[in-house]
């Protein structure tokens, strides 16, 4: 399941970029169509998230604070997109996204015990 995971979000990320370059291209149509995409990844990410989470024997701080960092990153993709699209700064959101995605990758693959690194 973790194949699936960094996958579904690797491809969110790609997704966000290009939500952006289309919107800021004006190139209505294309942003649309990779924002409603982007959005059934995250279901994805999120499924594949939980079913990671429901893997492990004991919920520790960590993996709770994962989970939470998890969802903030989506949020973040999520507002980086509709700011972008309502031609608002989006400077924060891009920020918020930068930190919970570093966050969210260094717990993952190197405190929790299903990561690359050993425990």
Known sequence: MA???ITSWVIAFALVALVTTFTRSGNEKAAKISH????VDYLLVLYSGGS???SY???DA???IKLLVGLWAI???EMV???YKKKQPAASWWGQLLIAAVIALV???GFLELGILPA
């Open 107 to 109: 717990l993952g693959f």
């Open 57 to 59: 024997a004991n919920y």
């Open 3 to 5: 194949h699936l995971h």
């Open 75 to 77: 949020a973040a993709m």
């Open 52 to 54: 990671l989470f429901a």
């Open 62 to 64: 960590l993996v709770i």
């Open 36 to 39: 409603m995409i982007l959005r």
């Open 81 to 83: 997109c509709i700011k």
